[in-house]
Structure formats: structure tokens, C-alpha cells
């Protein structure tokens, strides 16, 4: 009989006349198909593959809201806009998704200032003082593959006024148990926002989430990344029916620059 093919996270039991085709799956220990499938939800699967256990019924609630709150941050956004435009070239699905994985990976708005506002947590924590020392001193960053960061890690690129649903997915997601580094960030969020000079970003939001669930400030920029695809998807696809002549944005601002 064929061994096992076994790593940390996973476990397969060969087919016995095939050791090509897994007879059984388990994933830190649970039997993925025997026991977990019909019982378990995405947010359970994801939480596993992830921190090796199942999740609290807190951690649960807070995932599953994380995710509705990540699912699709609409065509004003830079990678959901990479996706739609890779979709209306005519390039295949997979283009247009590592398009949006591209375009959503950096400083920007993106998993990477995910990451680093994770990281300014674990240097931070909830005191006041030390994240407004943090704020205050230049945004800078070791060198590494990503360009220098312009501003706060989790705050917005530009305006002054921050947008609602940042602050709307705060303080729905800051009611919930699990949630200790959402509650003290939407108690102080005005305070940052004053030394930072900058709006609170949905970045900034999901970073305080994913720590709460236990995440490292790696995990939190892969799970970042991934809870993001399924709206570029959606948006890719409607876009690539409507056609380069229905493009959202574009024909408006030319419009508009016309008549100014």
C-alpha cells in the first residue's frame, strides 16, 4: 500500500490500486470529507487551514463578517478595476483575477498595508500614546520588493473625509465579542485619524479584525488578498458581457472633462 502524503496542514490516504487518488482527506487532524463537509461552513474551513483548530463560535461571527465586509470593495476600487479591465481585453478568467491580485497586493489600499498596519499593532497594542508616536514620525518602511509607504499604514492615500462604509463595517463588526482590537480602534479612530492626517481605510479595519482572530500579520495579508477576489470575479465577469463601450468610469470623467 502507498504511504500517506502528509504534511503540517494536510493528510491523504491513497486510493489501495491507485496512489495517484486521495481515499481520504484530513486537515489538521479533522476528516475533511467524511466528517467536516455538510457540518462545517467556509469560514470553519478557512479558520482551520489557517490557525490548525476549528473556531470559536465568536471567531466564527467575526470571520463571517470580515468576509461580507471584504467580499467586494466595488469598481472605485484599484484591483476590482484591474479585473474589469482585463476582462473587457478579452483575457481568460485567470488573467483577470491575478490582475486584481496584482494590483490589490501593495501599499495602496492593498494586502500589504494590511500587513504592516498588523504589524503596527503588535508594536502598538491599545496604547494611545505609543500608536500616536507611530503616526506622527514619517511613514517609513524597510526596504523590501514594495515601494515606501506615502502615509499611515491602514489610513487613506487622499481625501479628508473617510468613507461610510469604513466606518459602518467598524462599528458592526467592534459589537462583537471576539472583536477587542475593533472596539479600542472605533474608540480612538478619531483621535488616530487627527495625528495621521488621513481618514481610516478599510485596510486599516480589516487589519484590526484579522488580529483579533489570531492571525499573524502574513496569514492576515494572504487571507486579505483572498477574501477580496470573489467582487473582482463578479465584476470581471459583468464586465467582459457589457463590453469596453459600457466601461463604468472612464466615458463619465471624459464627459465631464469635456464640458468643464
Known amino acids: 500500500m502507498s504511504a500517506p502524503l502528509t504534511t503540517r496542514i494536510w493528510r491523504e490516504q491513497p486510493e489501495p490500486d491507485n496512489p495517484l487518488a486521495a481515499r481520504s482527506a484530513h486537515c489538521h487532524g479533522y476528516d475533511v470529507y467524511g466528517e467536516m463537509l455538510g457540518h462545517a461552513g467556509w469560514a470553519d474551513m478557512l479558520f482551520l ?7 470559536w463560535p465568536e471567531q466564527r461571527a467575526l470571520l463571517e463578517m470580515l ?4 467580499a467586494n470593495a ?42 504592516d498596519a498588523m504589524t503596527a499593532w503588535l508594536e502598538c497594542g491599545a496604547d494611545l500614546p505609543a500608536w500616536q508616536r507611530l503616526l506622527a514620525r514619517p511613514a517609513a ?23 461610510g462604509i469604513v466606518r459602518q463595517a467598524l462599528h458592526a463588526m467592534a459589537g462583537l465579542p471576539q472583536a477587542r482590537q475593533l472596539r479600542w480602534l472605533a474608540e ?8 495621521a492626517g488621513r481618514p481610516l481605510a478599510m485596510s486599516g479595519v480589516a487589519a484590526a479584525a484579522l488580529g483579533d482572530l489570531g492571525l499573524s ?12 477576489l ?7 465577469l459583468e464586465q467582459g ?16 472633462e469635456a464640458t468643464a
Not at 487551514?49 to 473556531?55: D, H, I, N, R
Not at 500579520?217 to 477580496?228: H, I, N, S, T, V
Not at 470573489?230 to 470581471?236: L, N
Request: net charge neutral; proline share 9%.
Open 141 to 163: 518602511a524597510a526596504p523590501d520588493v514594495w515601494p515606501d509607504r506615502e502615509r499611515a499604514a491602514g489610513f487613506e492615500p487622499r481625501g479628508p473625509a473617510g468613507a
Open 241 to 256: 458581457a457589457r463590453g469596453y463601450k459600457r466601461f463604468p468610469f472612464p466615458a463619465v470623467q471624459l464627459d465631464e
Open 230 to 236: 470573489p467582487g473582482a470575479a463578479a465584476h470581471a
Open 217 to 228: 500579520p502574513a496569514q492576515g495579508e494572504m487571507l486579505f488578498l483572498l477574501l477580496r
Open 67 to 70: 468576509a461580507v465586509a471584504l
Open 74 to 115: 466595488g469598481p472605485r476600487d484599484a484591483a476590482v478595476h484591474a479585473a474589469m479591465a482585463s476582462a473587457v481585453g478579452g483575457a481568460p478568467a485567470a488573467a483577470a483575477l491575478m490582475a486584481a491580485l496584482s494590483v490589490g497586493a501593495g501599499r495602496h489600499g492593498g494586502a500589504r498595508d494590511v500587513f
Open 188 to 195: 480612538h479612530r478619531e483621535a488616530l485619524e487627527a495625528v
Open 49 to 55: 487551514l489557517l490557525q490548525g483548530e476549528a473556531p
